[in-house]
């Protein structure tokens, strides 16, 4: 099982910038898809960006593409997302997920919709 835990998150202006971290524990078969979601009071958790660590492809909520970048440094197990031009709906906890690559039609992929791992999450909350 794979331990996870964010940090990072604070409260400031749109249009400034934040980046988030995620540490991961060992179990290195558990992190190969880890992703980056948020829950806003009163709305449903939404997936904002993934990286599967086995080619490298990421993935991103049409909401923050061009905004947000999602990173990981495989040799210190962290994954980062780097938030730029943050705007007041992006308020928000964010949290990191991990789970392994699953094989589906002769294919590697992270299915991202069903991660089994979580942290505890961390709040960001953005001022207009």
């Known amino acids: 099982q794979v331990q996870l835990a964010e940090s990072g998150g604070g409260s400031v202006q749109a249009g400034e910038s934040l980046r988030l971290s995620c540490v991961a524990s060992?179990?290195?078969?558990?992190?190969?898809?880890m992703g980056w979601f948020r829950q806003a009071p009163g709305k449903q958790r939404e997936g904002v960006a993934g990286?599967?660590?086995?080619?490298?492809?990421?993935s991103y909520a049409d909401s923050v593409k061009g905004r947000f970048t999602v990173s990981k440094d495989n040799a210190k197990n962290i994954l980062y997302l780097q938030m730029n031009d943050l705007k007041p709906e992006d308020t928000a906890t964010y949290y990191c997920?991990?789970?392994?690559?699953?094989?589906?039609?002769?294919?590697?992929?992270?299915?991202?919709?069903?991660?089994?791992?979580w942290g505890q999450g961390t709040q960001i909350t953005v001022s207009p």
């Open positions: 997920a991990a789970d392994s690559i699953q094989e589906v039609a002769g294919r590697r992929v992270c299915l991202y919709s069903s991660l089994r791992y």
């Open positions: 990286i599967n660590s086995d080619d490298g492809s990421t």
């Open positions: 060992e179990d290195a078969h558990l992190r190969d898809c």
